[in-house]
């Protein structure tokens, strides 16, 4: 053998780094490798050679045969990425385009209001307590200290179902009655729900929601009260808003008081939407009504308790800056989907 | 309860305060202020004589007058139609600025004028516009408005809560602002000079019904003269909201807004022989002072004569005994009548006044017999005349301080506080509720006036709202209850809402009543209606039997705004009628509506399904939500849904609800133009039985095992009438063996090459094993006995 034949055959390296797609690839791999191919033929060669040659010379075929592999599959695999390239870039989607129409809804944003309250006293342990909207005159009025004779009963105009004893609930402190009623303390519940009066403009809807609080246990305190509303309005509209209880009447809690809250627009110093007081009334409170107790044979001597009252729609309404309630009721998908 | 803050001023001196400080004061202490009426004090505005008025030259309403202050005459010219020679009027002179009008020279039509007569609403006193504020004729000329119409004040517009009746008069208000300012209070005295005509001698009074009229007193006031009453008095009349009509009229109007005592005048000659106070005749009529004839009955209490009836008791006088113009002989009437026969009467006749606003609240009875005294006295001092010895009528009730006995400690523990017993006395005391310490007891003697003190809670809030509320601290109850997990109603009415959210659906909320004509074409059974005496219009004036009324209006709403794809729902309560004096049936429903295309307009290519499938894949989405399975029946006789496209839908079951398109007659009723789908499913019956099924079984709830092996699958086209459904196909292949674990249908076709009337309906057969890996030889025989079955039972063939 002589030095040519292996130089020829050691020119595969170029060819192979020339080849640009498999199938010339393949045609380097067959003219060096195949059967006939210029490195296989080399074997022949061998055989013709002196024992002490031969060594050597096999030594030199089996480099080059490794050579060849790893070059080789060097080389396929560089056209082979190449290829995989050219094929990704050719797949391509607008990623901007709308997508499957998985589109989200909204709720309600009374209802969004009325959970997130509901969340806020489930975490301080109140359960949810609920009751008829259709509800008698005992557990709306005469129960809650409210005589028919009492002008109390003009401060919430009433829708009637039966003159005498059937209402639509005109607000949730029946709930309240009832729980008292099949419950002895220690109680903490809060009852949301849907209320109705008769009265309808843009700060007043016929139907609205209420969620009501009452605890009844031995030893609970106005102190109680008080703390228990700053930190439901903290969770609500934020640390930043004073809370100021305002002496008022409600023929069920005795001291009784308006709950004032730094106005949510202002954040206390005065503008219109709180007519330049700096507060908002939020809620009605007060210590349940010893009257109260007896109704429910709670006994007013062992137990006190707190209850408060405050209208949804109203929180809803401060909160999300809205002027007029009715839009509530109007179900307007531009109203809607903005929540 | 309106107040001046003039008036207020002269039984408390309160003028180191500005109104802003007083108005707050009182309502930290419960008294609200909601309004304030700012009087403002006028210059260059003063009293002055219209000495000519002569028609105007350019305009038929004008006149051109001439007036003079005393010093000076000025020519005016003045719209007002009641202006006239000869009166004392209120005259706003060059630079006068009364509110937003400057007054300045002018011409008005050629002819020139310097000033302007004014009427009250142009001085700021009331809304009165329809002519000039004409002044007594004893006004001195040229002298400042300011000291004679009551300009210059603040009016106060106080809430008094319903159990505080004593904060309706000026004393009340007073005698609140002495405890919280803690003043002296500086009250009127009540001294009446008699003559010596004895008043038994002219009138007798006869209580018949002592129990609604425990107090009934007449006093005669004789030789009065009826005119105008002074112009302070009126001034206070009108800042109370009080229109002044005659000198007798405006000092019984003057005594309820200063005390509160709520009075009447006759005049004697319309009273036949004496007073009785006695119940009503049924259908007797009376025409009261409003001018409208009222008929009373039975239950009503009247003032009456021996023939007719002369009042209604505490609300209003009558007409006919009423004062006249040349009336000389007075009969006062103070009295106190009973609260609910008062409210019934008002409420029964559709009438209020101030004086049934007041007893239906309770007035201060210990002060009434006083009253009778320094108004006879006031009238004879206003009106002329002499007030006559004695009064008619008696006092039934024993007038008494009640005792309420509280404990210092106990009041403590109520607010969390830990005031001093001292300091609690001192602030009872500043309220008039005298009370002496004994031990721990408070023992306070309450004033006739505060008859909302009864109870410990009482006396803790009156040291409480005095001491301030703002004094009390913040605490968190300590409770040892137990905290339930929350209610399967909230959570699972939660879980449906954010669901549905989830799917795309908007959620909407409706008033509970909607209009009768609009329910009934939904529920033609009137009996179900829950109905309100006393809507707010026809059109809410029925408890709602379903939701999906209500989403189908707000459906049309939205596609009227341009909407081309609506999807809502609603989760509320319905009402079911038990009758109307009982209470209703109240049940959770949730509803579901689709009108127009399914999703807002897309470039995606999206499978035109009716939009039933849609519908019913979010139903069974949120069902699913509970491990509930819904099923589906056919439901061909629901006058308001499609009888081809309409389903009722059964949860374990029991009925629970239907899903469909609207019926074409009923999208014809309500002018719809578009697809209508709607759903709606008692929610309370699937939180029941969810809550069984998963909460209440909790403890016995297994696994199912499942088999190791391979599951191997079989499709079978087979050909089937049109109306066979595809439930009761895949039931039969269900049925045929264990092994079979799922069959869903992949595909339906109808059309060509399919024979009309048939449709091609291809199913996937699952095949599970238990124990092995199955093999064809397994399955065949199964595959031959489904086939036989399916046409045995829906004679079905393979296509």
């Given at each position: 053998m002589n030095n040519d034949e292996l130089k020829k055959a050691s020119e595969f390296e170029e060819e192979i780094e020339k080849s640009s797609s498999l199938d010339e690839l393949n045609n380097v791999r067959i003219k060096y490798m195949g059967k006939k191919g210029i490195i296989s033929l080399l074997n022949k060669v061998l055989g013709t050679m002196s024992p002490e040659e031969r060594p050597k010379m096999g030594e030199a075929i089996q480099s080059l045969r490794n050579n060849f592999e790893t070059r080789f599959n060097e080389k396929a695999n560089t056209i082979k990425k190449a290829l995989k390239d050219a094929a990704l870039s050719q797949e391509y989607i607008d990623v901007t385009l709308?997508?499957?129409?998985?589109?989200?809804?909204?709720?309600?944003?009374?209802?969004?209001?009325?959970?997130?309250?509901?969340?806020?006293?489930?975490?301080?342990?109140?359960?949810?307590?609920?009751?008829?909207?259709?509800?008698?005159?005992?557990?709306?009025?005469?129960?809650?200290?409210?005589?028919?004779?009492?002008?109390?009963?003009?401060?919430?105009?009433?829708?009637?179902?039966?003159?005498?004893?059937?209402?639509?609930?005109?607000?949730?402190?029946?709930?309240?009655?009832?729980?008292?009623?099949?419950?002895?303390?220690?109680?903490?519940?809060?009852?949301?729900?849907?209320?109705?009066?008769?009265?309808?403009?843009?700060?007043?809807?016929?139907?609205?929601?209420?969620?009501?609080?009452?605890?009844?246990?031995?030893?609970?305190?106005?102190?109680?009260?008080?703390?228990?509303?700053?930190?439901?309005?903290?969770?609500?509209?934020?640390?930043?808003?004073?809370?100021?209880?305002?002496?008022?009447?409600?023929?069920?809690?005795?001291?009784?008081?308006?709950?004032?809250?730094?106005?949510?627009?202002?954040?206390?110093?005065?503008?219109?939407?709180?007519?330049?007081?700096?507060?908002?009334?939020?809620?009605?409170?007060?210590?349940?009504?010893?009257?109260?107790?007896?109704?429910?044979?709670?006994?007013?001597?062992?137990?006190?308790?707190?209850?408060?009252?405050?209208?949804?729609?109203?929180?809803?309404?401060?909160?999300?800056?809205?002027?007029?309630?009715?839009?509530?009721?109007?179900?307007?998908?531009?109203?809607?989907?903005?929540? | 309860m309106n107040v001046s803050i003039n008036w207020l001023k002269e039984y408390i001196d309160l003028n180191d305060k500005s109104v802003k400080e007083i108005a707050d004061g009182l309502t930290l202490a419960g008294l609200e202020a909601e309004g304030f009426h700012e009087i403002a004090a006028l210059s260059n505005v003063v009293t002055a004589k219209v000495i000519n008025k002569e028609k105007h030259p350019n305009a038929d309403k004008l006149s051109v007058c001439k007036v003079t202050d005393g010093t000076e005459e000025y020519q005016v010219v003045c719209g007002a139609p009641n202006v006239a020679a000869g009166q004392i009027v209120p005259f706003a002179k060059i630079g006068a600025v009364l509110g937003d009008i400057k007054i300045k020279e002018a011409k008005l039509r050629g002819v020139e004028s310097f000033g302007m007569i004014?009427?009250?609403?142009?001085?700021?006193?009331?809304?009165?516009?329809?002519?000039?504020?004409?002044?007594?004729?004893?006004?001195?000329?040229?002298?400042?408005?300011?000291?004679?119409?009551?300009?210059?004040?603040?009016?106060?517009?106080?809430?008094?809560?319903?159990?505080?009746?004593?904060?309706?008069?000026?004393?009340?208000?007073?005698?609140?602002?002495?405890?919280?300012?803690?003043?002296?209070?500086?009250?009127?005295?009540?001294?009446?000079?008699?003559?010596?005509?004895?008043?038994?001698?002219?009138?007798?009074?006869?209580?018949?019904?002592?129990?609604?009229?425990?107090?009934?007193?007449?006093?005669?006031?004789?030789?009065?003269?009826?005119?105008?009453?002074?112009?302070?008095?009126?001034?206070?009349?009108?800042?109370?909201?009080?229109?002044?009509?005659?000198?007798?009229?405006?000092?019984?109007?003057?005594?309820?807004?200063?005390?509160?005592?709520?009075?009447?005048?006759?005049?004697?000659?319309?009273?036949?022989?004496?007073?009785?106070?006695?119940?009503?005749?049924?259908?007797?009529?009376?025409?009261?002072?409003?001018?409208?004839?009222?008929?009373?009955?039975?239950?009503?209490?009247?003032?009456?004569?021996?023939?007719?009836?002369?009042?209604?008791?505490?609300?209003?006088?009558?007409?006919?005994?009423?004062?006249?113009?040349?009336?000389?002989?007075?009969?006062?009437?103070?009295?106190?009548?009973?609260?609910?026969?008062?409210?019934?009467?008002?409420?029964?006749?559709?009438?209020?006044?101030?004086?049934?606003?007041?007893?239906?609240?309770?007035?201060?009875?210990?002060?009434?017999?006083?009253?009778?005294?320094?108004?006879?006295?006031?009238?004879?001092?206003?009106?002329?005349?002499?007030?006559?010895?004695?009064?008619?009528?008696?006092?039934?009730?024993?007038?008494?301080?009640?005792?309420?006995?509280?404990?210092?400690?106990?009041?403590?523990?109520?607010?969390?506080?830990?005031?001093?017993?001292?300091?609690?006395?001192?602030?009872?005391?500043?309220?008039?509720?005298?009370?002496?310490?004994?031990?721990?007891?408070?023992?306070?003697?309450?004033?006739?006036?505060?008859?909302?003190?009864?109870?410990?809670?009482?006396?803790?809030?009156?040291?409480?709202?005095?001491?301030?509320?703002?004094?009390?601290?913040?605490?968190?109850?300590?409770?040892?209850?137990?905290?339930?997990?929350?209610?399967?109603?909230v959570r699972y009415s939660r879980t449906a809402r954010n669901t549905l959210e989830n799917l795309g659906y908007n959620e909407v909320l409706n008033f509970s009543f909607l209009g009768a004509d609009y329910l009934s074409i939904f529920d033609t059974n009137e009996e179900h209606f829950v109905k309100l005496l006393n809507p707010i219009s026809q059109d809410m004036a029925w408890m709602r039997t379903y939701i999906f009324p209500s989403i189908i209006k707000n459906m049309q709403t939205n596609k009227n705004m341009g909407y081309s794809s609506i999807k809502l729902f609603e989760l509320s309560s319905i009402y079911i009628s038990n009758g109307k004096s009982n209470l209703a049936t109240e049940k959770l429903h949730l509803s579901l509506g689709v009108m127009g295309s399914y999703y807002d307009d897309t470039w995606i290519n999206l499978p035109k399904l009716d939009t039933f499938y849609y519908l019913k894949g979010a139903l069974d989405n949120v069902i699913g939500k509970f491990d509930m399975v819904a099923e589906y029946k056919r439901l061909e006789d629901c006058h308001f849904l499609h009888p081809g496209k309409s389903a009722s839908i059964h949860i374990n079951g029991k009925y629970a609800g239907f899903i469909g398109a609207l019926h074409p007659d009923i999208l014809e009723k309500l002018d719809i133009k578009n697809n209508c789908y709607i759903a709606e499913i008692d929610f309370s019956l699937l939180i029941d039985e969810a809550y069984n099924k998963n909460e209440a079984a909790k403890s016995t709830m297994r696994y199912t095992k499942f088999s190791r092996f391979p599951s191997i699958q079989r499709d079978l086209a087979l050909i089937v009438k049109s109306r066979v459904n595809a439930a009761d196909l895949i039931n039969t292949v269900k049925s045929i063996s264990p092994i079979i674990t799922d069959t869903i249908v992949f595909d339906v076709f109808e059309g060509k090459p399919i024979s009309f009337g048939y449709k091609s309906i291809a199913v996937r057969i699952t095949f599970t094993d238990m124990e092995k890996t199955l093999r064809d030889d397994d399955i065949n025989p199964i595959i031959d006995n489904i086939l036989r079955a399916l046409e045995k039972e829906h004679g079905a063939v393979l296509r």
């Amino acid at each position: 053998m002589n030095n040519d034949e292996l130089k020829k055959a050691s020119e595969f390296e170029e060819e192979i780094e020339k080849s640009s797609s498999l199938d010339e690839l393949n045609n380097v791999r067959i003219k060096y490798m195949g059967k006939k191919g210029i490195i296989s033929l080399l074997n022949k060669v061998l055989g013709t050679m002196s024992p002490e040659e031969r060594p050597k010379m096999g030594e030199a075929i089996q480099s080059l045969r490794n050579n060849f592999e790893t070059r080789f599959n060097e080389k396929a695999n560089t056209i082979k990425k190449a290829l995989k390239d050219a094929a990704l870039s050719q797949e391509y989607i607008d990623v901007t385009l709308s997508p499957y129409p998985f589109t989200k809804g909204s709720l309600h944003p009374v209802k969004k209001i009325y959970d997130e309250i509901v969340d806020v006293f489930t975490a301080a342990g109140y359960s949810v307590a609920q009751g008829p909207e259709i509800e008698d005159d005992f557990h709306n009025f005469e129960a809650l200290n409210l005589p028919k004779t009492h002008p109390a009963r003009d401060m919430q105009d009433t829708f009637y179902i039966d003159e005498n004893n059937i209402v639509l609930r005109t607000h949730t402190s029946p709930v309240q009655v009832r729980v008292m009623e099949s419950q002895k303390p220690p109680i903490k519940i809060i009852a949301p729900g849907t209320v109705y009066r008769c009265d309808y403009d843009q700060t007043h809807s016929p139907m609205f929601h209420q969620i009501e609080g009452l605890v009844v246990d031995k030893g609970i305190t106005m102190a109680d009260l008080k703390g228990t509303l700053k930190l439901f309005i903290s969770r609500i509209f934020g640390d930043d808003l004073d809370v100021r209880l305002r002496p008022s009447f409600f023929p069920f809690t005795e001291p009784s008081a308006e709950v004032d809250m730094g106005c949510v627009h202002c954040r206390g110093k005065g503008c219109r939407m709180c007519k330049g007081t700096g507060w908002i009334e939020i809620a009605g409170c007060g210590m349940v009504n010893p009257a109260v107790f007896k109704h429910v044979g709670i006994d007013p001597e062992v137990y006190s308790g707190f209850a408060f009252g405050m209208g949804i729609e109203r929180i809803a309404l401060l909160k999300y800056g809205i002027d007029d309630i009715r839009l509530f009721y109007e179900n307007s998908l531009k109203f809607l989907k903005q929540f | 309860m309106n107040v001046s803050i003039n008036w207020l001023k002269e039984y408390i001196d309160l003028n180191d305060k500005s109104v802003k400080e007083i108005a707050d004061g009182l309502t930290l202490a419960g008294l609200e202020a909601e309004g304030f009426h700012e009087i403002a004090a006028l210059s260059n505005v003063v009293t002055a004589k219209v000495i000519n008025k002569e028609k105007h030259p350019n305009a038929d309403k004008l006149s051109v007058c001439k007036v003079t202050d005393g010093t000076e005459e000025y020519q005016v010219v003045c719209g007002a139609p009641n202006v006239a020679a000869g009166q004392i009027v209120p005259f706003a002179k060059i630079g006068a600025v009364l509110g937003d009008i400057k007054i300045k020279e002018a011409k008005l039509r050629g002819v020139e004028s310097f000033g302007m007569i004014c009427s009250e609403r142009e001085l700021g006193l009331t809304d009165e516009h329809n002519g000039i504020m004409v002044l007594p004729e004893d006004t001195p000329l040229g002298a400042d408005i300011n000291g004679i119409v009551g300009t210059g004040d603040t009016i106060v517009e106080f809430n008094a809560t319903p159990n505080r009746p004593d904060w309706l008069s000026v004393i009340g208000v007073a005698r609140e602002a002495a405890a919280v300012f803690k003043r002296p209070l500086k009250l009127p005295e009540c001294k009446v000079i008699e003559n010596n005509e004895n008043v038994s001698d002219f009138i007798k009074v006869d209580i018949e019904e002592k129990a609604k009229c425990p107090i009934y007193f007449a006093r005669i006031i004789k030789g009065v003269k009826i005119a105008p009453s002074p112009l302070w008095m009126q001034a206070k009349l009108r800042a109370a909201g009080v229109r002044p009509i005659n000198n007798i009229v405006d000092v019984t109007n003057y005594v309820l807004m200063e005390w509160g005592q709520p009075l009447h005048a006759f005049d004697i000659r319309n009273i036949d022989k004496g007073i009785i106070v006695r119940n009503a005749f049924d259908n007797e009529k009376i025409t009261a002072l409003d001018g409208k004839e009222y008929t009373l009955n039975n239950d009503m209490l009247v003032i009456a004569d021996i023939s007719k009836p002369l009042a209604i008791a505490g609300v209003m006088g009558g007409e006919y005994t009423s004062v006249m113009s040349d009336t000389d002989t007075v009969v006062l009437e103070c009295a106190y009548f009973e609260p609910a026969t008062v409210r019934k009467t008002s409420k029964k006749l559709g009438l209020s006044s101030d004086s049934s606003y007041r007893y239906e609240r309770g007035i201060d009875y210990g002060a009434t017999e006083k009253l009778a005294d320094y108004a006879a006295s006031l009238i004879a001092e206003i009106c002329g005349g002499t007030v006559l010895k004695g009064k008619a009528g008696s006092n039934n009730l024993k007038i008494e301080e009640r005792k309420v006995t509280s404990s210092c400690s106990r009041i403590n523990k109520l607010l969390g506080s830990d005031y001093k017993i001292e300091d609690m006395k001192n602030i009872l005391d500043s309220l008039l509720i005298k009370t002496e310490i004994d031990g721990d007891n408070l023992i306070s003697s309450i004033p006739t006036f505060r008859n909302d003190i009864a109870l410990e809670c009482d006396i803790a809030e009156e040291v409480a709202r005095i001491m301030g509320y703002d004094k009390i601290g913040y605490t968190m109850p300590h409770m040892d209850n137990e905290i339930d997990i929350q209610s399967p109603k909230v959570r699972y009415s939660r879980t449906a809402r954010n669901t549905l959210e989830n799917l795309g659906y908007n959620e909407v909320l409706n008033f509970s009543f909607l209009g009768a004509d609009y329910l009934s074409i939904f529920d033609t059974n009137e009996e179900h209606f829950v109905k309100l005496l006393n809507p707010i219009s026809q059109d809410m004036a029925w408890m709602r039997t379903y939701i999906f009324p209500s989403i189908i209006k707000n459906m049309q709403t939205n596609k009227n705004m341009g909407y081309s794809s609506i999807k809502l729902f609603e989760l509320s309560s319905i009402y079911i009628s038990n009758g109307k004096s009982n209470l209703a049936t109240e049940k959770l429903h949730l509803s579901l509506g689709v009108m127009g295309s399914y999703y807002d307009d897309t470039w995606i290519n999206l499978p035109k399904l009716d939009t039933f499938y849609y519908l019913k894949g979010a139903l069974d989405n949120v069902i699913g939500k509970f491990d509930m399975v819904a099923e589906y029946k056919r439901l061909e006789d629901c006058h308001f849904l499609h009888p081809g496209k309409s389903a009722s839908i059964h949860i374990n079951g029991k009925y629970a609800g239907f899903i469909g398109a609207l019926h074409p007659d009923i999208l014809e009723k309500l002018d719809i133009k578009n697809n209508c789908y709607i759903a709606e499913i008692d929610f309370s019956l699937l939180i029941d039985e969810a809550y069984n099924k998963n909460e209440a079984a909790k403890s016995t709830m297994r696994y199912t095992k499942f088999s190791r092996f391979p599951s191997i699958q079989r499709d079978l086209a087979l050909i089937v009438k049109s109306r066979v459904n595809a439930a009761d196909l895949i039931n039969t292949v269900k049925s045929i063996s264990p092994i079979i674990t799922d069959t869903i249908v992949f595909d339906v076709f109808e059309g060509k090459p399919i024979s009309f009337g048939y449709k091609s309906i291809a199913v996937r057969i699952t095949f599970t094993d238990m124990e092995k890996t199955l093999r064809d030889d397994d399955i065949n025989p199964i595959i031959d006995n489904i086939l036989r079955a399916l046409e045995k039972e829906h004679g079905a063939v393979l296509r």
